[in-house]
């Protein structure tokens, strides 16, 4: 006997008007009802994949003699600046991953300019430290300066125009990335995380120079021109060990500690194979992928109304409900949709009703085994519990060591269908044991059927 029964209902309409109120928006807003000011803003338009809006994917590989060994943690630093330089392009849900231990895969969908993708992917990676004098440039800016790769940190002249006058600052890089020889997160004088920095015997000296002719100027490290932080010089360094301190958190701190160690890829990569998947063939994968969805749904849906009748409707609309809101988690929480993670999709929907058939079977043995309708519900799903417990258990550790191939191995479609299953499995159990169950308890107990044999197809 279920407990709080309206109660549960309510729940069920509140959660699928909830969900329908995700699928039909592409961007949802709560707003504030003094003055009318947003209080949450968010983008939930779909997320299609590669193989589905098109764009470029591309294998990297470690540039190294064959049979040397590749440090992981430096192919991982490898893959991390991979990624933020391609998310500087404004790439959208690109994913790159590593693919064993010496291979990386990057995917962008939607992307247009696969050479400036390359360009971006091979770059070698600057880093300067750089005289700007009284200047302190923002952050993430881009300036110009006197060194180009393979130069020299000699200062020349700045440039100027016909008329004498200089159209954009040109300032002297002092010395590059390849003087350091350790950077650390450490901690500030003022007890905040700062960046500690140790330089070679050269760089040392060029330092100890510039610093104790320059106390009270800027500072600015760029890395591709492009400035990462500027600091004040506070006093002379003579010994080739600085910080760098400012208003760093943590995380910010151990970022700025990456790109000053890792300027440059730590690894060389090489681009082994490229593959440009065209939009009109990921559109009509799409469109075929969902036709394929409709007509599948559409005769599950007349098997469980014609076999099980009005258990059979219930399901029907338990299984719309499970629909409804996988698609809603999918778009607020961003998942990528790709032709796998449809097809992880559309499988748990398999599994969805092969609980509620679990569940009806056993309802139509107790009903012939001579038991009222309200007792045979209750051992129906009482006694199908543990069968659906371990399919459902059985379906979510494969979808687990699936994700692990897929991670490990660089396997993304793989990982995609591994994790839309385990995602509908577990929306699946919810729907068979809570929704489906309230319904059908709540269509008996208004309804009254008295034909078993009609209603219940024994």
Known sequence: ???NLYTRLVLILLVAALAIWVDVNDEIQILNPLNNSVLVSRDIAPRLGLDLQGGLQVLLEADLP?????DPQAMETARNIVENRTNALGV?????????DRRIVGEFPGAEDADAILDIIQQTGLMEFVDTGDFRPEEGSIIQTDFADGGTTEATPTPTDENGTNPQPVYHTIMTGREL???NVGVGADGQPAVDFVLSPEGARIFADHTAANIGKILTITLDKRVVPAPGIEGAIPDGQGQISGAFTAESANALAVQLRYGSLPVPLKVVETRIIGPTLGEDSLQRSLTAGLI????????MVIYYRLPGIVAALAIL?????????FKYFHFTLTLPGIA??????GAALDANILIFERLKEELRSGRNLQQAMDQGWSRAWSSIRDSNLAAIITSLILYWFGSTFGATIVKGFSLTLAMGVAISLFTAIYVTRTLLTIAIRNFKPQNLAT???I
């Open 181 to 183: 020889t350790s950077v």
């Open 66 to 70: 064959e049979g040397s060994e590749v």
């Open 321 to 329: 409900f499970y629909g409804v809101i996988a698609f809603a988690i």
């Open 1 to 3: 006997m279920i407990q």
């Open 92 to 100: 959208s849900e690109n994913v790159i991953q590593l693919a064993g």
């Open 455 to 457: 209603w219940f197809g």
């Open 344 to 349: 992880g999709f559309l499988l748990s929907t």
């Open 296 to 303: 599948g749904m559409i005769i599950v849906i007349l098997f």
